[in-house]
């Protein structure tokens, strides 16, 4: 936002700029590697991920095969909260990025005893069987 005001003495134009608080961007400092360069910094997680399996899978078309792959991982901040995803993507690095995405939009709650499930769960669905047992202590 730009305020112009006119002084009386010269009836000059002045600017003055201002900003609101919803304006104003925080400027991050960068290091510089030898080359001059800027370096990205990686942001830490709260959350750790496991993969589970990485899968090539194919997909046929007229022309021929297309190869990608497929990553299922687990996230979780073992507080609770925890998050499964599937992604894929033509290569690992891509399919693991969208399936950490994935997981941490979906994040569910359990609740824990002492840092372990309070039971024992089954869950079957489709073909698939999801077994858990408290840890011993």
Known sequence: MTIRTVSEENNKVTKTNTMND???VRIKRVSKNSKGKSKRRREESEFDKRIVSIRRVTRVYEGGKRMRL??????????????????KGADVRSAEE????????HLKTIPL???T?????LHKKGAAK????????
């Open 98 to 105: 969208k399936a950490y995405n994935y997981a941490l939009k």
């Open 113 to 115: 005893v002492k840092g």
């Open 70 to 87: 497929s990553v299922c991982l687990v996230v979780g901040d073992r507080k609770g909260k925890i998050g499964i995803g599937i992604g």
């Open 117 to 121: 499930v309070p039971h024992q769960v």
């Open 22 to 24: 919803k304006q104003k």
């Open 130 to 137: 999801v077994f858990m047992k408290p840890a011993a202590p």
